[in-house]
């Protein structure tokens, strides 16, 4: 039984949802307008202000499928309202980042700075030099460009150097002892 496929979303005012035949989905909202293909086999129904994704059969694939479809549903609605953002951490001494255009520029260590060009629909922000936001309305490119920037130097555990997101631990570890 899928708990998260059982529950309704409701539609908020200002926001349009446009589902066809295909389950090719089209949200519209004050941010923007989001687009994705549903798995075709859910059943989706539009009663009002509520959304209900109904399953077909109790087989495994479409348990499965259940909740995906729901989720994807709500994070397009969430995202047309308030929108996705990750923050970043660079930790390290001589490590910053600052925006330069459209393009946010980090020097990580390197013998060149790192030049990276923001996606279409993602915003970074840089705050002070060692402080990365990455926002927009689509969830899953918001965190695909904020673990790209990530990969650049991630975080290690002896000093903590690197890029982290601002909720993430980094496990310290003992160096070497004397003797």
Same mark, same amino acid.
């Given at each position: 039984?899928?708990?998260?496929?059982?529950? +309704?979303?409701?539609?908020?005012?200002?926001?349009?949802?446009?589902?066809?035949?295909?389950?090719?989905?089209?949200?519209?909202?004050?941010?923007?307008?989001?687009?994705?293909?549903? +798995?075709?086999?859910?059943?989706?129904?539009?009663?009002?202000?509520?959304?209900?994704?109904?399953? +077909?059969?109790?087989?495994?694939? $479409?348990?499965?499928? $259940?909740?995906?479809?729901?989720?994807?549903?709500?994070?397009?609605? /969430?995202?047309?309202?308030?929108?996705?953002?990750?923050?970043? =951490?660079?930790?390290?001494?001589?490590?910053?980042?600052?925006?330069?255009?459209?393009?946010?520029?980090?020097?990580?260590?390197?013998?060149?700075?790192? /030049?990276?060009?923001?996606? =279409?629909?993602?915003?970074?922000?840089? =705050?002070?030099?060692?402080?990365?936001?990455?926002?927009?309305?689509?969830?899953?490119?918001?965190?695909? $460009?904020?673990? /790209?920037?990530?990969?650049?130097?991630?975080? =290690? +555990?002896?000093?903590?150097?690197?890029?982290?997101?601002?909720?993430?631990? /980094?496990?310290?570890?003992?160096?070497?002892?004397?003797?």
């Amino acid at each position: 039984m899928s708990r998260i496929g059982l529950k +309704p979303i409701d539609i908020p005012a200002g926001v349009e949802v446009k589902i066809d035949n295909n389950n090719f989905a089209e949200v519209k909202g004050p941010k923007g307008i989001l687009t994705e293909q549903l +798995p075709r086999d859910m059943q989706i129904d539009i009663k009002g202000n509520v959304i209900e994704v109904v399953r +077909p059969t109790d087989n495994k694939k $479409h348990k499965s499928l $259940h909740g995906l479809t729901r989720t994807l549903v709500n994070n397009m609605i /969430v995202g047309v309202t308030d929108g996705y953002a990750k923050k970043l =951490e660079i930790v390290g001494v001589g490590y910053r980042a600052k925006k330069e255009g459209n393009s946010l520029v980090m020097n990580l260590g390197y013998s060149h700075p790192v /030049v990276m060009e923001d996606p =279409e629909g993602i915003d970074t922000v840089v =705050e002070g030099n060692n402080k990365i936001i990455v926002s927009g309305i689509n969830k899953q490119k918001v965190g695909n $460009h904020a673990a /790209v920037i990530r990969d650049w130097r991630k975080p =290690e +555990p002896y000093k903590g150097k690197g890029i982290k997101y601002d909720t993430e631990i /980094v496990r310290r570890k003992a160096g070497k002892t004397g003797k």
